[in-house]
């Protein structure tokens, strides 16, 4: 990888500061000043330092957020917010939100730069299952239930059966398997109740982390990441 590309992944600067940089000698690689920004490295195996400072290396990112109301999940909005406006450090990096939450959602949202990994995971091939609290207008019963669990035809797609927990009786946990827009919201209004409050606890075996409030976030585990990309 190019020496000015690899420092500009690691959040240094734009490529035209780095180049700037790397000329004027602030940038050594595993013990040589280097002043060529193209200069090759082995991001693997090679060591490099920025002003004495060892470059910390991250291939892609992988961060868990508890999604806040009010904020989209899109690049850019002339009217709201943007979940990407919360992770400021990694707005270096060509970062997408993998699937996407209402703007009244909250809960449990992945973001990356790895598209690999955000087509794993939304993919309804690999069924991976999604958990969301549903606090309903009205009580549920047991008609809207084997409805939920029998499976949703609507005009432009069918819903795979969901599960349902019933918490109380205007909560439920629904687990879906697809993520098709407003679904759970559709979901339940095509059983004749409605969604009052939408938050998404877990995706496959991960789960929203407890101590994150909203608007907060971290980075993925590798166990969770690797739970995320199971086969």
């Known amino acids: 990888m190019r020496l000015d590309k690899y420092l500009a992944l690691a959040g240094y600067g734009s490529r035209k500061e780095i180049k700037q940089f790397i000329r004027n000698g602030y940038v050594e690689v595993n013990g040589e000043i280097i002043k060529k920004d193209d200069f090759k490295i082995d991001e693997n195996n090679d060591s490099v330092t920025f002003d004495g400072?060892?470059?910390?290396?991250?291939?892609?990112?992988?961060?868990?957020?508890?999604?806040?109301?009010?904020?989209?999940?899109?690049?850019?909005?002339?009217?709201?917010?943007?979940?990407?406006?919360?992770?400021?450090?990694?707005?270096?990096?060509?970062?997408?939100?993998?699937?996407?939450?209402?703007?009244?959602?909250?809960?449990?949202?992945?973001?990356?730069?790895?598209?690999?990994?955000?087509?794993?995971?939304?993919?309804?091939?690999?069924?991976?299952?999604?958990?969301?609290?549903?606090?309903?207008?009205?009580?549920?019963?047991?008609?809207?239930?084997?409805?939920?669990?029998?499976?949703?035809?609507?005009?432009?797609?069918?819903?795979?059966?969901?599960k349902v927990e019933v918490v109380d009786s205007k909560r439920i946990l629904l687990t879906i398997f697809e993520g098709k827009f407003h679904q759970v919201k559709r979901m339940l209004i095509a059983v004749g109740n409605e969604v009052v409050n939408l938050k998404r606890l877990s995706i496959g075996d991960v789960t929203l982390d407890e101590e994150l409030i909203e608007g907060g976030y971290r980075l993925l585990t590798t166990d969770e990441y690797d739970k995320l990309i199971k086969k």
């Open 53 to 162: 400072e060892l470059v910390e290396y991250m291939e892609h990112v992988y961060i868990m957020m508890n999604k806040p109301a009010g904020c989209v999940c899109a690049n850019d909005d002339r009217k709201a917010e943007t979940v990407f406006e919360y992770v400021p450090e990694y707005s270096h990096r060509d970062l997408f939100t993998v699937g996407r939450l209402d703007i009244d959602t909250t809960g449990l949202l992945l973001i990356t730069d790895d598209g690999d990994f955000a087509h794993h995971i939304i993919s309804p091939k690999n069924m991976i299952p999604k958990v969301y609290q549903c606090d309903l207008i009205s009580p549920i019963n047991d008609e809207q239930i084997k409805q939920l669990e029998t499976g949703i035809d609507f005009k432009d797609f069918s819903s795979m059966p969901a």
